[in-house]
């Protein structure tokens, strides 16, 4: 079966190809027909512009200048999307962000600062399981590393 895929970029066609290779596929794309397509821009912000004035709001510029500051702004779009799924702590772990609450307006117990790459972001493994598995040392496996959750409180800053 041959699948033309629309595009004339030989990055992403390449790209699809590996994906279906050794499923008797055979991808081709615009180039490949002798057709042209006209030319798009491709990088992540407009993307991500199209997307939330198609979706979300008509007037928002992303004011991103670097593949860094994209990424922040894919992942503040995300966070609103996704808001209450549980989805943020593996969003965290994966771009290795922190959680700073400072002047949030969370009430002030639940006011702290934690670095990326903490030990504390590691779940240590249920008192229950280390006790049933024996191949779990229940101390050396167990994130020892972790600092108590109340190092990283912040003081009332006024």
């Known amino acids: 079966m041959t699948l033309l895929y629309g595009t004339t970029n030989s990055a ?42 198609t979706y979300r709001n008509p007037n928002y510029t992303s004011k991103a200048s670097s593949a860094t500051e994209v990424q922040d702004d894919v992942w503040n779009q995300r966070r609103i999307e996704l808001w209450g799924e549980g989805l943020s702590y593996w969003d965290i772990m994966r771009l290795k962000k922190g959680i700073d609450r400072r002047g949030a307006g969370f009430a002030t117990a639940y006011v702290y600062n934690i670095p990326a790459e903490e030990e504390i972001f590691i779940f240590k493994i249920p008192k229950e399981e280390t006790e049933a598995n024996k191949l779990i040392d229940g101390v050396a496996d167990n994130n020892p590393d972790a600092k108590d959750a109340k190092t990283y409180l912040v003081e009332d800053e006024e």
């Open 12 to 53: 992403k066609l390449a790209s699809m190809r590996q994906v279906v290779a050794g499923m008797g596929l055979t991808i081709i794309g615009l180039s490949d027909m002798g057709a042209s397509a006209p030319r798009v821009s491709e990088t992540g912000k407009n993307i991500l512009e199209s997307f939330v004035k």
